[in-house]
């Protein structure tokens, strides 16, 4: 510590004052005392050497005065006495004893832990420390005047160590742990390491030296002292034998001697697998059997060789090293339970060879070059497999067949001939058929006895160039098994169809082409097949040979180029130009035949690229410019216009002339709002008016308005229409006096029927006219309406002749 300047000492009690150093002095002087006992200071002794080398050169040297003598104070922890523990004393030389002085301490526990006698400067610990929890304790001191509280010293500072005793065990943090060594490890082998902590003081006595020992796992394994690292102490440990070990450790403080505190720990150590376990087969023979029906790829047996170890340590690879089974058998390993599978390779007979032997080999792998010497990593085994007899299906003599029949070929022509025996001892006939699914359209026959293929119809080759069909070969007598097998067919070509041009598109050509331009460049195709060396020739029909506007050359590559001869072609002339091409195929026999080539005239721009050929696929541009975007645009606008005009007046022309008050409108609705009942109907106009237009000497009062005065029928105005003969006449004064009438009914009834005019044959068509008794009616006048009427007079004309005929029936 610092020299401090207040001027005091310190008395320290108990075992802790053996321990305190003097840090320094100030001025005055000091002692420490131990049980009232005086002892200088050793640094008084470093001050007087320091005054005697200065005074041997001759000069006097003056020591100053100290104040405090200042240590490191210690404290036993864990002290459980009855009384507070005494950790010292302040006292200043300002002090004179009556009392006028007052310490004050301050800093970590005080008031709390230590307490200050404010008189006497005692200073004690009030409670049971622990050095664990806190090691010191920084306390500042200070005296001051005990009625004015002003410093007579400046406060100093001072540390308070508690003194550490053995009362924490070791411990092991981290355990229990868990080890793994592989197995068969030299002695020595380290395993792994533990370590245990103690809290304790570990600077102070041997109360955190640890010593490490093995309570549990002897004779396999040892731990160092001194480190705490487990080491195996027992040669070749094999995992098959134990694989888990159990070992407790313990680690005691106080260097290990009796006293010392002591905490353990568990390490479950694991043996890890190594390859030091060759394969091993159970048996050295296995018997097997296969029967003689089984086909390639079905399993015969499984084997398999014990091993051990491990994963792939464990791992045992199967092969056949020897045998007379070697090319008709197979092995393979089964990836989920590491069995060798026997799987047949070809067909075995039964009449042929009954038994057969393999040697078998199982090794593994992988292999520790540490424990080669342990060897050999392999194992071997006998198989013995015998053939069973069973009744087997007949066999054809080829696996498949292959025929070729010539296209067009009459019905009847043979086409090859399939074979098959009974391979079993009785050696029974066989009987062929062709299965239905595998010929449909039933081309093919086979002859049930010999086997014999043949056509039913001519084969086309350009419809179906290959027949793949099954023929079935049944065992007659036993099980009737059967067996099948494939025939394809080839339908040889024949030279029966005519080339022709290989796409039809037409031909665009400029007004503006030029003499000797290729314009087109035909090729042709033929359904047949083309022989080596065989090419299509072009010519010209003969009928167009002397034309002047076109010519062919055959290209000798199976094309030929259309020329133009002349120039000066005109679309408004002739737009279309049609051109017979004969095509040869040079084949056997020699087909041709005659295409005819379609050649337009375009109109073309500067560039001779086509703008129009009056045919719509050519003349839609690849894109649209702006104005005809924008004339598009403007059409589209005019029809929405007309379309919102006309339903403007559609919405207009629904709307009521006279606007009703509610109930009013609800009224006329009901009124108003009826189809027509025709001559029954007697309540929406007054039919009598109309039939009898004399007496139409009233009038009808409006329900819509009330009228203020009433207009008198004109004079005359009935006589007028009674003697009228005309109903035009009477019905255009009708409409004028109902117009000009407010009190006249809101609705012209009259209006309903129509009225063909004064240049009709047929006059007037309203019924109104007509009374109400069916018998009183005559429709005799229709007959002279014209041809319009013919109809209604012969519906209606015609009842008297009807009843006529009855009467003259019930007379007769």
Sequence with gaps: MAMLPLRAFLVLVGISALCSVALGTRRGN?????????????????????????????????????????????????????????????????????????????????GTIFVIDDKTGNIHATKTLDREEQAQYTLTAQ????????????????????QDINDNPP?????????????????????????????????????????????????YFSVESQTGIIRTALPNMDREARQEYDVLIQAKDMGGHMGGLSGTT???????????????????????????????????????????????????????????GLGVFEMSTDSETREAVIKLKKHVDFETKRSYTLKVEGSNPYIDPQY????????????????????????????????????????????????????DVANNPVRYMIPLHTDIERFFSVNADDGMITTTRPLDREAQAWHNISVSATEIGGHHQDNKVHVHIKVKDVNDNPPEFATNNEVLMCETVIPGKVIETVSATDKDEMAHRQHFTFSLAPEVTHNNNFSVKDNRNSTASIYVLRKGFSRLTQDVYYLPIEINDNGFPAMSSTNTLTIRVCSCNSEDVIVSCNVEPYVL?????????????????????????????????????????????????????????????????????????????????????????????????????????DVDDFIKSRIAEADGDPTAPPYDSIQIYG??????????????????????????????????????????????????????????
């Design 266 to 324: 568990q390490v479950k150590i694991t043996l890890t697998d190594v390859n030091d376990n060759p394969p091993k087969f159970p048996q050295s023979v296995y018997p097997m059997s296969v029967s003689e029906d089984k086909v390639p790829g079905e399993e015969v047996g499984r084997l398999k060789a014990k091993d051990p170890d491990l994963g792939d340590n464990g791992m045992v690879n199967y092969r056949l090293v020897d045998g007379d």
């Design 621 to 725: 541009p690849a894109g649209l410019s702006t104005g005809a975007l924008i004339a598009i645009l403007a059409c589209i606008v005019i029809l929405l216009a007309i379309v919102v005009l006309f339903v403007a007046l559609r919405r207009q022309k629904k709307e009521p002339l006279i606007v009703f008050e509610e109930e009013d409108i609800r009224e006329n609705i009901i009124t108003y709002d009826d189809e027509g009942g025709g001559e029954e109907d007697t309540e929406a106009f007054d039919i009598a008016t109309l039939q009898n237009p004399d007496g139409a000497n009233g009038f009808l009062p409006r329900k819509d308005i009330k009228p203020e005065l009433q207009f008198p029928l004109r004079p005359g105005a009935g006589h007028t229409a009674a003697n009228s003969v």
């Design 755 to 812: 009225y063909e005019g004064r240049g009709s044959l047929a006059g007037s068509l309203s019924s109104l006219e007509s009374v109400t008794t069916e018998s009183d009616l005559d429709y005799d006048y229709l007959q002279s309406w014209g041809p319009r009427f013919k109809k209604l007079a012969d519906l209606y004309g015609t009842k008297d002749c009807f009843m006529d005929d009855d009467d003259d029936e019930e007379d007769s």
């Design 30 to 110: 000091a002692a420490l005392d131990h049980r009232g006992h005086r002892h200088r200071h050793p640094g008084h002794l470093s001050l007087h050497r320091h005054r005697q080398r200065a005074g041997k050169e001759g000069q006097v040297l003056h020591r100053s005065k100290r104040g405090w003598v200042w240590n490191q104070f210690f404290v036993i922890e864990e002290y459980t006495g009855p009384d507070s523990v005494l950790v010292g004393r302040l006292h200043s030389d300002v002090d004179s004893g009556v009392g006028n002085i007052k310490y004050i301490l301050s800093g970590e526990g005080a």
């Design 171 to 219: 411990e092991f943090l981290h355990g229990p742990y868990y080890a793994r060594v592989p197995e068969m490890s030299n002695v020595g082998t380290s395993v792994m390491q533990v370590t245990a902590t103690d809290a304790d003081d570990p600077t102070y006595g041997n109360s955190a030296r640890l010593v490490y020992s093995i309570l549990q796992g002897q004779p």
């Design 372 to 423: 080669i010497a342990w060897g050999p990593y392999k194992d071997e085994a006998t198989i013995k497999i015998s053939v069973e007899d069973a009744d087997e299906p007949p066999a054809f003599v080829a696996p498949s067949y292959t025929f070729e029949v010539a296209e067009n070929a009459p019905e009847g022509t043979q086409v090859g001939r399939v074979h098959a025996k009974d391979t």
């Design 143 to 162: 005296a001051v005047n005990r009625d004015t509280n002003k410093p007579l010293e400046p406060p100093s500072e001072f540390i308070v160590k508690v």
